[in-house]
T-cell receptor, first 110, second 111 residues
Framework: KQEVTQIPAALSVPEGENLVLNCSFT??????LQWFRQDPGKGLTSLLL?????REQTSGRLNASLDKSSGRSTLYIAASQPGDSATYLC?????????FGAGTTVTVRA | EPEVTQTPSHQVTQMGQEVILRCVPI?????FYWYRQILGQKVEFLVS????????KSEIFDDQFSVERPDGSNFTLKIRSTKLEDSAMYFC?????????FGNGTRLTVT
């Protein structure tokens, strides 16, 4: 059974600082890994998807890396802004489903 | 951009009542999923559905739950007799395959 862990559970940074969010998974036989953003009481917005054959994906200020051998993924957010405040979830796909971590709640202070 | 649509956005029901949560997946997607998130907790897998049958289900998805694709566009989750602990946000997702797109969720409140 896939277990996904995200550390830290919460993070508070001043505006402009770079963010590093960590995700680890127990079963390296994932097909892909997705990062999502969730605002309070809202749905899941897909940010990046990394196929198992890829090492990283980039979109604007976001960059996500994947190391299957060590069971880790990292989401980098450059030059954080108050609008980046949200919960970030990672999820690995295998066995016909996505398994989610509990998320990292980010607060960017103006 | 096409999106997954869920209705209603919020549903309140009394314990013991049946509820049906509705989803319209993205039109060319073949795989369908239901997830739930109890307030303050992880997003949990309930069930995946492909080719008109369940591919996989979690231990949460017991006999009180069922899914159906009644026509070419809708995908529904039925809870036969709701319990207080069924209160959660329910997310529908679809994929073609493996890159899931989620709807905005239905918040179910059982009183």
């Amino acid at each position: 059974k896939q277990e996904v862990t995200q550390i830290p559970a919460a993070l508070s940074v001043p505006e402009g600082e770079n963010l590093v969010l960590n995700c680890s998974f127990t079963d390296s036989a994932i097909y892909n890994l997705q990062w999502f953003r969730q605002d309070p009481g809202k749905g899941l917005t897909s940010l990046l998807l990394i196929q198992s054959s890829q090492r990283e994906q980039t979109s604007g200020r976001l960059n996500a890396s994947l190391d299957k051998s060590s069971g880790r993924s990292t989401l980098y957010i450059a030059a954080s802004q108050p609008g980046d405040s949200a919960t970030y979830l990672c999820a690995g796909f295998n066995d016909y489903k996505l398994s989610f971590g509990a998320g990292t709640t980010v607060t960017v202070r103006a | 951009e096409p999106e997954v649509t869920q209705t209603p956005s919020h549903q309140v029901t009394q314990m013991g009542q049946e509820v049906i949560l509705r989803c319209v997946p993205i039109s060319n997607h073949l795989y369908f999923y239901w997830y739930r998130q109890i307030l303050g907790q992880k997003v949990e897998f309930l069930v995946s559905f492909y080719n008109n049958e369940i591919s996989e289900k979690s231990e949460i998805f017991d006999d009180q739950f069922s899914v159906e694709r009644p026509d070419g566009s809708n995908f529904t989750l039925k809870i036969r007799s709701t319990k207080l602990e069924d209160s959660a946000m329910y997310f529908c997702a679809s994929s073609v395959p493996r890159a899931l797109h989620f709807g905005n969720g239905t918040r179910l409140t059982v009183t």
